[in-house]
């Protein structure tokens, strides 16, 4: 299958004017007689870039998908937080396992099917607007944070051995705005009442935004509906529900 | 799954809903009447009567599959030819009207399916599909 728009790009990168895409040109004097012009075969990396190029709205997309939904799953951490119910029926056993010994699987049923449900609904989701828009990087990006969220998490967890998590990273991580990396989102595992907020799967600056907004954003969390706040917090403090 | 407000009631009722949105919408084409916002209306409206939990997500969820059920319902009944070429170019045959009649079932189907007819409904608790994992 040819490559959409490969002869724009391949020509534009040439400067062929439609000859690398299989055009013949007629060179000036040559009295009208058509001259063939050798085809310059583009290089295996224009290739490849022209083919990328061709896909940039597809590229585009998913990187977005990929990068909301990280900000969807973060907005979503901070608020089972906040919710004494859910959090004690559901995300409480999460952090509870990882800081004593190791005593399971890397990760066990609950934590798997939370991964998968949360994960398969974002891609049911993000099917309809790829059916919609007919874009595949809808889907794309939804089943690439799928792949990032199961193995950021079992490369996380691998850490985690006859030591619980807090003995093996024990340092607090910078408030950066760089990559959450694994080892930056373990922190949240060992210490999920800090201030430092370490929520973020993929752009660190998740968090710092919410450190910002924080001190608004509490208010419609379920334990401040419910009054189960002391009092809300200044910029900074996160106090526990 | 314990994200996805599953409740084997609630989604039966959903199905049921579906076929029946799926038999009047195919009854509306011969009489020249292409209303594809049954099927996700029905969907919506099978969950709400059959359901005894309100679940915002459970409306979610049936948007999305009343989405995918009546495009699948436009390609076999309408569009015709194969199902995976009916699929793929079903965004080619979108123009205004017949985006608004699927959006009309899209909306349906979240509206009625988040809540119940019931009036002992229950809120549904976030996490309360977790039972099975003992926590």
Partial sequence: ?241 | MNWLAWDTRSYLGAALGGVVGFFLFRAGLGADWFAPWLIGVGIGLGCALITRERSGLRGVVLACIAAWAAALAQVVLVSGGGLWEGIVGFHATLDLPTFLAHLGGIVGAFVFGRTSFRGDAQDRVAGSGSREFGV
């Fill in chain 1, 1 to 241: 299958m040819e490559a959409r728009g490969a002869r724009s790009l391949e020509d534009r990168l040439l400067g062929t004017g439609g000859a690398a895409s299989g055009a013949r040109s007629v060179p000036p004097g040559a009295g009208g007689r058509r001259m063939p012009l050798p085809a310059p075969r583009p290089s295996p990396g224009v290739l490849v870039l022209s083919t990328l190029a061709d896909y940039i709205p597809e590229l585009i997309t998913v990187f977005a998908v990929f990068f909301v939904a990280d900000m969807v799953y973060v907005l979503d951490h901070y608020f089972v937080h906040y919710d004494r119910d859910r959090y004690r029926k559901t995300h409480a056993r999460h952090h509870r396992r990882y800081n004593g010994p190791k005593s399971g699987p890397q990760l066990d049923a609950f934590e798997l099917s939370t991964y998968n449900s949360a994960a398969f609904g974002l891609l049911v989701a993000m099917s309809v607007l790829t059916l919609f828009t007919g874009n595949v990087g809808f889907v794309a990006g939804a089943a690439l944070k799928w792949v990032h969220s199961l193995v950021f998490h079992c490369y996380q967890h691998g850490w985690w051995t006859g030591v619980s998590i807090r003995n093996v990273r024990p340092d607090r991580p910078p408030a950066s705005w760089g990559l959450a990396t694994a080892s930056y989102h373990a922190w949240h595992h060992s210490n999920p009442n800090d201030t430092r907020f370490t929520f973020a799967e993929s752009w660190a600056g998740f968090d710092r935004i919410l450190e910002k907004l924080h001190p608004w954003l509490i208010r419609f969390t379920v334990d401040a509906r419910a009054g189960r706040l002391y009092h809300l917090p200044a910029r900074g403090e996160r106090p526990s529900a």
